[in-house]
Protein backbone atom coordinates (compact mmCIF):
# COMPACT_ATOMS: atom_id res chain seq x y z
CA UNK A 1 0.00 0.00 0.00
CA UNK A 2 3.34 2.34 0.92
CA UNK A 3 4.38 2.26 -2.21
CA UNK A 4 1.29 2.87 -4.02
CA UNK A 5 0.84 5.84 -1.91
CA UNK A 6 4.63 6.61 -3.34
CA UNK A 7 3.74 6.61 -7.09
CA UNK A 8 0.10 8.47 -6.43
CA UNK A 9 2.48 11.96 -7.03
CA UNK A 10 3.81 10.69 -10.09
CA UNK A 11 1.15 9.46 -11.68
CA UNK A 12 -1.21 12.52 -11.63
CA UNK A 13 1.92 14.53 -12.69
CA UNK A 14 1.69 12.16 -15.84
CA UNK A 15 -1.96 12.47 -16.19
CA UNK A 16 -1.86 16.19 -15.70
CA UNK A 17 1.22 16.46 -18.45
CA UNK A 18 -1.07 14.28 -20.92
CA UNK A 19 -4.23 16.35 -19.94
CA UNK A 20 -1.81 19.41 -21.50
CA UNK A 21 -0.87 17.67 -24.83
CA UNK A 22 -1.59 19.88 -27.68
CA UNK A 23 -3.87 18.19 -30.75
CA UNK A 24 -3.65 19.60 -34.10
CA UNK A 25 -5.85 18.93 -37.12
CA UNK A 26 -5.03 20.12 -40.13
CA UNK A 27 -7.55 20.38 -43.42
CA UNK A 28 -6.46 20.78 -47.00
CA UNK A 29 -8.24 21.00 -49.91
CA UNK A 30 -7.33 21.58 -53.51
CA UNK A 31 -10.04 21.98 -56.40
CA UNK A 32 -8.63 22.67 -60.20
CA UNK A 33 -11.15 22.76 -61.86
CA UNK A 34 -12.32 18.78 -62.35
CA UNK A 35 -9.52 17.91 -60.26
CA UNK A 36 -10.02 17.76 -56.21
CA UNK A 37 -7.86 16.48 -53.53
CA UNK A 38 -8.89 16.70 -50.14
CA UNK A 39 -6.64 15.62 -46.96
CA UNK A 40 -7.76 15.59 -43.24
CA UNK A 41 -4.68 15.22 -40.89
CA UNK A 42 -4.52 14.53 -36.57
CA UNK A 43 -1.21 14.39 -35.01
CA UNK A 44 -0.44 14.69 -31.35
CA UNK A 45 2.35 13.70 -28.82
CA UNK A 46 4.19 15.99 -30.96
CA UNK A 47 3.85 13.86 -34.16
CA UNK A 48 4.42 10.76 -32.89
CA UNK A 49 0.95 9.90 -33.41
CA UNK A 50 -0.26 10.34 -36.56
CA UNK A 51 -3.38 9.55 -38.65
CA UNK A 52 -3.85 10.72 -42.13
CA UNK A 53 -7.18 10.59 -44.50
CA UNK A 54 -6.34 11.38 -47.78
CA UNK A 55 -9.11 11.77 -50.48
CA UNK A 56 -7.54 11.60 -53.81
CA UNK A 57 -10.33 10.97 -55.85
CA UNK A 58 -13.85 13.18 -55.50
CA UNK A 59 -15.99 13.23 -58.46
CA UNK A 60 -19.29 14.23 -59.25
CA UNK A 61 -20.81 12.56 -61.64
CA UNK A 62 -24.46 13.78 -61.49
CA UNK A 63 -25.53 16.66 -59.91
CA UNK A 64 -27.01 13.92 -57.40
CA UNK A 65 -24.21 11.81 -57.02
CA UNK A 66 -20.90 11.57 -55.79
CA UNK A 67 -17.73 9.08 -55.99
CA UNK A 68 -15.50 9.35 -53.15
CA UNK A 69 -12.00 7.20 -52.85
CA UNK A 70 -10.54 7.27 -49.55
CA UNK A 71 -7.03 6.33 -48.21
CA UNK A 72 -6.30 5.79 -44.38
CA UNK A 73 -2.38 6.55 -43.39
CA UNK A 74 -1.33 6.11 -39.99
CA UNK A 75 2.49 7.18 -38.81
CA UNK A 76 4.98 8.40 -41.11
CA UNK A 77 2.09 7.78 -44.13
CA UNK A 78 1.72 3.87 -43.57
CA UNK A 79 -1.20 2.37 -45.50
CA UNK A 80 -3.52 1.49 -43.29
CA UNK A 81 -6.51 0.71 -45.96
CA UNK A 82 -8.77 2.15 -48.57
CA UNK A 83 -12.13 3.28 -49.06
CA UNK A 84 -14.49 3.82 -51.97
CA UNK A 85 -17.75 4.68 -51.71
CA UNK A 86 -21.08 6.54 -53.48
CA UNK A 87 -23.44 8.38 -52.49
CA UNK A 88 -26.57 9.58 -53.75
CA UNK A 89 -29.32 12.33 -52.72
CA UNK A 90 -31.96 9.74 -54.05
CA UNK A 91 -30.04 7.23 -51.29
CA UNK A 92 -30.67 8.96 -48.01
CA UNK A 93 -32.59 7.74 -45.18
CA UNK A 94 -34.81 10.76 -44.46
CA UNK A 95 -36.48 9.32 -42.13
CA UNK A 96 -33.30 9.46 -40.20
CA UNK A 97 -32.47 12.61 -41.15
CA UNK A 98 -35.40 13.97 -39.77
CA UNK A 99 -34.80 12.03 -36.29
CA UNK A 100 -31.70 13.82 -35.80
CA UNK A 101 -32.82 17.10 -36.26
CA UNK A 102 -35.30 16.74 -34.15
CA UNK A 103 -32.34 15.26 -31.50
CA UNK A 104 -30.27 18.56 -32.19
CA UNK A 105 -32.97 20.93 -31.70
CA UNK A 106 -34.33 18.71 -28.90
CA UNK A 107 -30.51 19.42 -26.96
CA UNK A 108 -29.55 22.58 -28.97
CA UNK A 109 -28.98 24.18 -25.40
CA UNK A 110 -25.91 21.75 -24.66
CA UNK A 111 -24.67 21.33 -28.20
CA UNK A 112 -24.25 25.37 -28.16
CA UNK A 113 -22.34 25.31 -24.74
CA UNK A 114 -20.19 22.24 -26.08
CA UNK A 115 -19.65 24.36 -29.50
CA UNK A 116 -18.63 27.49 -27.04
CA UNK A 117 -16.36 25.46 -24.93
CA UNK A 118 -14.28 24.33 -28.23
CA UNK A 119 -14.32 27.59 -29.59
CA UNK A 120 -12.89 28.90 -26.94
CA UNK A 121 -9.90 26.27 -26.55
CA UNK A 122 -9.18 26.00 -29.83
CA UNK A 123 -6.63 28.15 -31.77
CA UNK A 124 -6.70 28.45 -35.32
CA UNK A 125 -2.93 28.30 -35.95
CA UNK A 126 -3.42 29.04 -39.78
CA UNK A 127 -6.51 29.76 -42.52
CA UNK A 128 -5.67 30.36 -45.69
CA UNK A 129 -8.04 30.62 -48.83
CA UNK A 130 -7.36 31.74 -52.68
CA UNK A 131 -9.25 31.30 -55.22
CA UNK A 132 -9.24 31.93 -58.69
CA UNK A 133 -12.21 32.06 -60.94
CA UNK A 134 -13.20 33.62 -64.36
CA UNK A 135 -16.06 33.55 -66.28
CA UNK A 136 -16.51 34.00 -69.95
CA UNK A 137 -18.48 36.85 -69.32
CA UNK A 138 -15.94 39.63 -67.41
CA UNK A 139 -19.00 41.23 -66.03
CA UNK A 140 -19.88 38.02 -64.21
CA UNK A 141 -16.18 37.54 -63.14
CA UNK A 142 -16.33 40.74 -61.64
CA UNK A 143 -19.48 40.02 -59.79
CA UNK A 144 -18.52 37.35 -58.38
CA UNK A 145 -15.32 38.47 -57.08
CA UNK A 146 -17.19 42.08 -55.28
CA UNK A 147 -19.21 39.07 -53.49
CA UNK A 148 -16.79 37.19 -52.47
CA UNK A 149 -14.99 40.02 -51.16
CA UNK A 150 -18.14 40.89 -49.41
CA UNK A 151 -18.36 37.82 -47.84
CA UNK A 152 -14.88 37.74 -46.77
CA UNK A 153 -15.42 41.72 -45.09
CA UNK A 154 -19.03 39.60 -43.47
CA UNK A 155 -17.42 36.49 -42.06
CA UNK A 156 -14.24 37.40 -41.02
CA UNK A 157 -15.20 39.65 -38.12
CA UNK A 158 -17.34 37.07 -36.95
CA UNK A 159 -14.51 34.46 -36.82
CA UNK A 160 -12.24 36.90 -35.06
CA UNK A 161 -14.60 37.68 -32.20
CA UNK A 162 -15.50 34.01 -31.98
CA UNK A 163 -11.94 32.15 -32.15
CA UNK A 164 -8.79 32.85 -31.49
CA UNK A 165 -6.53 33.30 -34.51
CA UNK A 166 -2.56 32.73 -33.77
CA UNK A 167 -1.99 35.19 -36.68
CA UNK A 168 -4.48 37.17 -39.15
CA UNK A 169 -6.57 34.71 -41.83
CA UNK A 170 -5.52 34.77 -45.35
CA UNK A 171 -8.29 35.56 -48.02
CA UNK A 172 -7.36 36.21 -51.59
CA UNK A 173 -9.45 35.97 -55.15
CA UNK A 174 -7.75 35.82 -58.66
CA UNK A 175 -10.26 36.76 -61.64
CA UNK A 176 -9.54 35.13 -64.44
CA UNK A 177 -11.12 36.78 -67.95
CA UNK A 178 -10.54 33.52 -70.00
CA UNK A 179 -12.81 32.82 -72.64
CA UNK A 180 -13.88 29.46 -70.50
CA UNK A 181 -15.12 28.89 -67.25
CA UNK A 182 -12.50 28.14 -64.58
CA UNK A 183 -12.20 28.11 -60.93
CA UNK A 184 -9.33 26.87 -58.81
CA UNK A 185 -9.39 26.48 -55.33
CA UNK A 186 -7.04 26.51 -52.25
CA UNK A 187 -7.75 25.83 -48.38
CA UNK A 188 -5.52 25.26 -45.68
CA UNK A 189 -6.18 25.51 -42.23
CA UNK A 190 -4.70 24.17 -38.78
CA UNK A 191 -6.35 24.25 -36.10
CA UNK A 192 -4.97 23.29 -32.27
CA UNK A 193 -6.33 22.57 -28.84
CA UNK A 194 -5.01 20.57 -25.34
CA UNK A 195 -5.76 16.69 -25.49
CA UNK A 196 -7.91 17.42 -21.98
CA UNK A 197 -10.04 19.71 -24.12
CA UNK A 198 -10.96 17.02 -26.27
CA UNK A 199 -11.87 14.38 -23.41
CA UNK A 200 -13.92 17.37 -21.66
CA UNK A 201 -15.59 18.02 -24.55
CA UNK A 202 -16.77 14.08 -25.25
CA UNK A 203 -17.66 13.57 -21.87
CA UNK A 204 -20.10 16.62 -22.04
CA UNK A 205 -21.38 14.73 -25.83
CA UNK A 206 -21.83 11.37 -24.24
CA UNK A 207 -23.68 13.18 -21.22
CA UNK A 208 -26.10 14.93 -23.90
CA UNK A 209 -26.40 11.34 -25.46
CA UNK A 210 -27.60 9.75 -22.47
CA UNK A 211 -29.57 12.34 -21.20
CA UNK A 212 -32.26 11.38 -23.26
CA UNK A 213 -30.90 11.22 -27.40
CA UNK A 214 -29.21 8.11 -27.42
CA UNK A 215 -31.96 6.04 -29.55
CA UNK A 216 -31.94 9.09 -32.18
CA UNK A 217 -28.15 9.65 -32.06
CA UNK A 218 -27.10 6.40 -32.73
CA UNK A 219 -28.70 5.70 -35.48
CA UNK A 220 -26.62 7.66 -38.09
CA UNK A 221 -27.97 9.37 -41.30
CA UNK A 222 -26.74 5.89 -43.33
CA UNK A 223 -27.41 5.09 -47.13
CA UNK A 224 -29.62 2.65 -48.05
CA UNK A 225 -27.94 -0.36 -50.35
Not at 7 to 14: D, I, T
Not at 28 to 57: A, Y
Not at 123 to 141: H, M, Q, Y
Amino acid sequence: MKWILTLLPFYFSAMLLLQLMPVRINLFFVRDNKDDFLNFRVNTFFSLLRFNVEVPLLQQETPFDLTMEAELKAGEDKFIGEKKAKFSVFALDYEKIRLFITWVRDNKGMLQYISNFYSKAMTVEKLNLRISAGFPDAALTGLIAGLFWSAVGTIVPVLQKRLRFAEQPRFAFQPDFNTQAVSKIYFDAVVSFRLGHLMLGSLMFMSTILRGGKDLLCRNIQFRA
